[in-house]
């Protein structure tokens, strides 16, 4: 496994249950999805290390 595929994991299986191809579209769907999933990441981190 490759980090890019690590990073990319979230996405990917998010399109895979929603039965989209995650390749699909150049990948802009997946890379939606990674950003959401990253920003309540790093929200979540950012509330705990401020709060």
Excluded: H
């Amino acid at each position: 496994m490759t980090v890019t595929s690590i990073i990319l994991w979230p996405g990917t299986k998010i399109c895979e249950r929603m039965g989209v191809d995650p390749e699909a579209d150049q990948g802009l769907i997946r890379s939606m999805f990674n950003m959401l999933v990253y920003l309540v990441i790093m929200l979540a981190v950012m509330w705990m290390i401020l709060g």
